[in-house]
């Protein structure tokens, strides 16, 4: 099979190819996109943070379980349908590859629709669910309501995004994000500080970068270099649709499982602690996104390698891929483990507005975070290897292992064997006892 690479857009034969540059010729695409999105979600934050204040972060924090659902439907599909496709096209049938496609996109659109228009019709008891009372759950219902009809552009093109990947546009991938995070900012900076819309701009924001990033990913079918072809209606072949959903399946239950961690953890902060700790979680969250970013960029990079190597049967070139993915996990690891330890208080600072409070709380959170920063990444990039080898049960024992069963036990077993720092520092009506003096920069 023949893929172009990066930079002079070189032809690479996976069947003849080194395995090493072919690694990185994979790598380097998705470790960029993924480096240009946190750059972004950190921009995005601190322009909510210094534009609408302790409230916005924990109406941002309180909103992520919905992304983690729709992530969840279009990654499963989007990772199942794509590793399906380069398995196709690892053996040569670029017919049903493309059917596959149609598919997911189909499945991905509907499912979205129907969770969504739920979501919006139990939204009050929702808000309620999620622990949000008095003005917090009023602005979370503004916020969510305007911001839930998008979120369909973020699944689709998601879904986009895999099937672009592994069809030869690692870089239109890259160019179609960034296009996107930049209308984000461009747009927050303009509804909240502009046109003071408040809380209601930044999920406009929100919402219409999607759309543009959306817009950008569907030039790769007027672009004349695909494999793929402009998607059209194709009827759901049940089979077909179980191996998509198999294969995608860890990813949704990593995903749920993250949504409802996400609703627990809130929850507790905001029925033991404060919405101060909520803000706080909210920007450990995004910083945290970085590092998980990174870790998911290796797995994204190398899914379409094994996919295609075990189409084709050449278990070497799996088991060199393997090895190079786990050194560069275990090295971003550690250098994400020191980075955190040395001084999290200048980043937090200019995250929270210079909130002395929450930088308090969030610096005591990310350090702990970020201690087991390198089984995290190992955790991840196991997943997505056996995702890719079509072994997805044990993909998903994994995943729901770290991000489910011992965040849940952690969360209401931690904060009584450790009461400062199970939950971090910062009980309800201890706020005043923060001492750390961080100047504006």
């Known amino acids: 099979?023949?893929?172009?690479?990066?930079?002079?857009?070189?032809?690479?034969?996976?069947?003849?190819?080194?395995?090493?540059?072919?690694?990185?010729?994979?790598?380097?695409?998705?470790?960029?996109?993924?480096?240009?999105?946190?750059?972004?979600?950190?921009?995005?934050?601190?322009?909510?943070?210094?534009?609408?204040?302790?409230?916005?972060?924990?109406?941002?924090?309180?909103?992520?379980?919905?992304?983690?659902?729709?992530?969840?439907?279009?990654?499963?599909?989007?990772?199942?349908?794509?590793?399906?496709?380069?398995?196709?096209?690892?053996?040569?049938?670029?017919?049903?590859?493309?059917?596959?496609?149609?598919?997911?996109?189909?499945?991905?659109?509907?499912?979205l629709i129907i969770i969504f228009a739920s979501c919006f019709y139990f939204l009050d008891d929702i808000v309620t669910l999620m622990g949000a009372t008095g003005e917090l759950a009023i602005q979370l219902t503004e916020y969510l309501e305007v911001l839930l009809p998008w979120i369909l552009f973020h699944g689709v093109g998601w879904v986009l995004i895999f099937f672009i990947k592994n069809d030869r546009s690692s870089v239109l991938v890259m160019v179609a994000a960034t296009a996107g995070f930049t209308i984000n900012i461009i747009l927050d900076y303009l509804f909240i500080f502009e046109l003071s819309w408040g809380i209601k701009g930044a999920a406009w924001a929100a919402g219409l970068s999607q759309v543009f990033m959306f817009c950008c990913l569907m030039l790769h079918f007027f672009m004349g270099k695909s494999t793929l072809k402009f998607p059209r209606f194709s009827f759901i072949a049940p089979d077909q649709l179980g191996s998509i959903v198999k294969i995608g399946s860890p990813v949704l239950v990593l995903d749920l499982a993250g949504a409802f961690a996400a609703v627990i953890y809130n929850r507790v902060l905001l029925q033991q602690f404060s919405e101060s700790n909520v803000a706080a979680f909210s920007v450990v969250t995004g910083v945290s996104m970085i590092f998980l970013f990174t870790m998911t960029s290796i797995g994204q990079a190398t899914q379409p390698l094994f996919s295609f190597y075990w189409g084709a049967g050449n278990k070497d070139n799996i088991r060199a891929i393997f090895v190079y993915g786990v050194k560069i996990t275990v090295l971003l690891g550690v250098f994400s483990t020191l980075l955190t330890l040395i001084n999290p208080e200048f980043l937090l600072s200019e995250l929270t507005g210079h909130n002395v409070v929450l930088v308090g709380m969030a610096a005591t959170a990310l350090q702990l975070y970020f201690l087991g920063a390198v089984m995290m990444g190992l955790n991840m990039f196991a997943a997505a290897f056996f995702q890719a080898i079509e072994m997805p049960w044990t993909a998903t024992v994994i995943s729901l292992a770290r991000s489910f069963v011992f965040v849940i036990v952690g969360v209401f077993i931690l904060p009584k064997l450790l009461p400062e720092s199970g939950i971090w520092s910062g009980r309800r009506h201890e706020k005043d006892k923060c001492t750390i003096n961080i100047p504006p920069v």
């Open 1 to 111: 099979m023949i893929l172009p690479g990066i930079g002079n857009m070189e032809k690479i034969n996976l069947e003849q190819a080194p395995v090493k540059k072919t690694f990185w010729i994979y790598l380097m695409p998705a470790l960029l996109m993924m480096g240009v999105k946190s750059a972004f979600v950190m921009l995005d934050m601190m322009m909510v943070s210094h534009g609408l204040g302790e409230n916005a972060l924990a109406l941002m924090g309180l909103s992520r379980p919905f992304f983690f659902l729709s992530s969840g439907v279009s990654m499963t599909i989007g990772i199942g349908g794509a590793t399906i496709m380069s398995v196709l096209f690892g053996r040569g049938d670029i017919s049903s590859g493309q059917t596959i496609f149609e598919q997911s996109l189909i499945v991905t659109s509907v499912a």
